[in-house]
C-alpha cells in the first residue's frame, strides 16, 4: 500500500544546530507540502513543492528550507534551529489536480532546548 | 487581517444525536474548502472537499454546506458515535493550487 512517512517521530536538538527532518512517500504525488502545528495556531504551511527541483515558501517559511531532487522524498532543514521552531511537524503529498486531498505523514515532534 | 475561526475549541454531543461544526472565514475567496479529522498523535486525514459552486456535499453520515455569502461552512456528523470523537479541522483552497489554509479544529467528544 502506498504511504506516506516521517523521520524521526521524535527529536531534541539544541539551539543553533541545524536539523533535517525526512518525508517520504511512495503515492508517486507530485505535490508534496510540510506544515507545523501549534497550539492556538493550527496547521501552517512552511515550504511546497509541485515536482522535482520545484520548491515554494509558504506562510511561515523563515529558518526552515527544502529541496526536491526526487518525486518521493521533501527533507526539511532548520538552519539553525531556535525554540520557537519547537513542534509538531507534518508532511503532505497530494495530486496535481486542483483541489485534490492531501495524504499527511504520521508528524515529527521537535524540541529545541 | 485574514482569519479561519472554527466555532469552538471543544463540543460535547451525546451519541446518536447530529454534531454541527461550523467554519468561519474573513479575507478569503476560496474555491475549494476540505474537512479533514485528526487524532491525538495522528496526521489529519481528509473527509470531504466542497467546491465553491456547490451548496451541499453528502458522504454516508456526514454532510458539508457551503455559504460563499456568509463565508461559512458546516459540517454535520448525523446520528454520531463514540468513535466520531476527534479533532475536525477545515482548510481553504483559494486557487485550487493545493495550498490549504487551516483552521485551529474543534475537538468533538461523543459521550456513549
Known amino acids: 500500500d502506498a504511504e506516506i512517512t516521517q523521520s524521526p517521530r521524535h527529536k531534541i536538538t539544541e539551539t543553533g544546530r541545524q536539523v533535517t527532518l525526512a518525508c517520504h512517500q511512495t503515492w508517486n504525488h507530485n505535490n508534496m507540502f510540510w506544515y507545523r502545528q501549534d497550539l492556538g495556531h493550527g496547521l501552517r504551511l512552511i515550504h511546497y513543492?509541485?515536482?522535482?527541483?520545484?520548491?515554494n515558501k509558504g506562510e511561515v517559511s523563515d529558518g526552515y528550507s527544502v529541496s526536491r531532487s526526487n518525486t518521493e522524498d521533501l527533507p526539511l532543514t532548520l538552519e539553525s534551529a531556535a525554540s520557537s521552531q519547537t513542534s509538531v511537524y507534518f508532511c503532505a503529498s497530494s495530486e496535481s489536480g486542483p483541489g485534490s486531498e492531501q495524504f499527511f505523514g504520521p508528524g515529527t515532534r521537535l524540541t529545541v532546548l | 487581517s485574514q482569519k479561519i475561526e472554527q466555532n469552538s475549541e471543544a463540543l460535547n454531543i451525546q451519541e446518536g444525536k447530529t454534531a454541527t461544526l461550523t467554519c468561519n472565514y474573513t479575507?478569503?475567496?476560496?474555491?475549494?474548502l476540505q474537512w479533514y479529522r485528526q487524532d491525538p498523535g495522528r496526521g489529519p486525514v481528509f473527509l470531504l472537499l466542497i467546491r465553491e459552486n456547490e451548496k451541499e456535499k453528502r458522504k454516508e453520515r456526514l454532510k458539508v454546506t457551503f455559504d460563499t455569502t456568509l463565508k461559512q461552512s458546516l459540517f454535520h456528523i448525523t446520528a454520531s458515535q463514540p468513535a466520531d470523537s476527534a479533532t475536525y479541522l477545515c482548510?481553504?483552497?483559494?486557487?485550487?493550487?493545493?495550498?490549504?489554509?487551516f483552521g485551529t479544529g474543534t475537538r468533538l467528544t461523543v459521550i456513549p
Open positions: 482548510a481553504l483552497d483559494q486557487t485550487g493550487a493545493n495550498n490549504l489554509f
Open positions: 479575507n478569503y475567496s476560496p474555491a475549494y
Open positions: 513543492s509541485y515536482g522535482v527541483q520545484d520548491t
